[in-house]
């Protein structure tokens, strides 16, 4: 299977909902990305009475997920009704949530009184032009290339054991090693049970880490696995090794690399990091990027995000947002005190 086919597999498009039109004019903020850390900056951003423009392009990461777990209040909900109690509560204070793809975002000329202004693009063409942006792309799992992995993930396939953990407690559960990372990962899957095989799959284990595997009854299996196995009704049964051997399990945990979402975001020139876990946005203190104007947020930049972390960090940069528009709103009053009109920021 292919990269673009194990994406296409994993990804599971919310259905297309009522979008709002495209705000005319120059809005105060634009928001990329509809998931939890979008939604709650637009949210912190409609409430301050900014003008403040969702693009979702409706492919959450968590979408194959039944529930959120871990977030207090919602656990156990699923992610499409959080998804559509927030874009709800966007608009009930002014705020647009509209269905479309980004293909680029770029800086566009300045304000008559200086201020930043950018050009945000859908791929039908629509336009729209903003003060602010905050990216909260989210980020893509990239899941080994093993065949049948992709078509559990989110079900049988996890990656987060305070996710899906509680849910798979006392499985016989195999371990797919991507890395460094997975030796950790191993252990946290170890509490939730007592049968758990660690599938090296090509990746160095040292003697250190199978010695302390070996003291918690963790199986070591250094044979590559070469295809999941699924028994007559569909359900994951066991992976196949490249000896032919079928060892039984009925979950996979995999510590996949996670990349951020970037598409479309070049012409903003955002810094990326690397991180053991992965690639994202490099950001600062409540989501702020060396490129000015420019805020993330949520998976995007913090890589092991839950939801719950997400929203936060969401609501963090739409506030510093509103106080960076704040700064700028006086900044264009007291221009126009001078040159004989007050008047805030102009479009």
Not at 55 to 71: L, Q, T, Y
Not at 79 to 107: D, H, K, T, W
Not at 180 to 204: K, W
Not at 243 to 270: C, I, K, N, Y
């Amino acid at each position: 299977m292919t990269d673009k086919e194990t994406q296409e597999a994993m990804a599971v498009a919310t259905p297309p909902y009522a979008s709002d039109a495209l705000a005319e004019g120059t809005v105060d903020a634009v928001v990329i990305g509809g998931g939890a850390a979008g939604l709650n900056g637009a949210l912190i951003l409609a409430r301050s009475r900014r003008s403040v423009v969702v693009i979702d392009s409706g492919s959450p990461r968590n979408a194959p997920a039944e529930a959120v777990h871990g977030f207090i209040v919602l656990d156990g909900t699923p992610p499409s009704e959080i998804l559509r109690r927030g874009r709800e509560q966007v608009r009930q204070y002014g705020g647009r949530v509209v269905f479309g793809e980004v293909v680029s975002a770029e800086s566009a000329a300045p304000s008559a009184d200086g201020d930043l202004r950018f050009t945000v693009t859908l791929a039908d063409g629509r336009r729209i032009t903003t003060r602010r942006i905050l990216v909260a792309t989210g980020l893509t799992d990239v899941l080994p290339q093993v065949p049948g992995l992709a078509e559990h993930w989110g079900h049988s396939v996890v990656h987060c054991p305070y996710c899906h953990g509680w849910e798979v407690r006392d499985e016989p559960i195999g371990i797919l090693a991507t890395g460094p990372a997975s030796i950790g990962h191993a252990f946290l899957f170890r509490q939730l049970t007592e049968d758990l095989t660690y599938f090296t799959h090509g990746t160095d284990l040292d003697e250190d880490s199978r010695a302390r595997f070996a003291a918690r009854g963790i199986r070591v299996i250094d044979t590559p696995v070469t295809e999941v196995v699924n028994d007559e009704d569909g359900a994951l049964a066991g992976v196949r090794l490249a000896d032919g051997q079928v060892v039984a399990r009925r979950v996979v945990a995999v510590a996949a690399p996670m990349q951020a979402r970037t598409q479309g975001l070049e012409g903003l020139g955002l810094p990326v990091r690397d991180l053991p876990t992965g690639r994202g946005f490099a950001s600062g203190m409540a989501g702020t990027t060396e490129v000015p104007g420019v805020w993330v947020a949520g998976n995007a930049t913090d890589l092991v995000a839950q939801v719950g972390t997400s929203a936060a960090a969401g609501a963090l940069a739409g506030a510093d947002i509103n106080r960076m528009l704040a700064i700028a709103d006086t900044d264009a009053a007291l221009q126009g005190i001078a040159g004989g009109s007050p008047q805030g920021a102009t479009g």
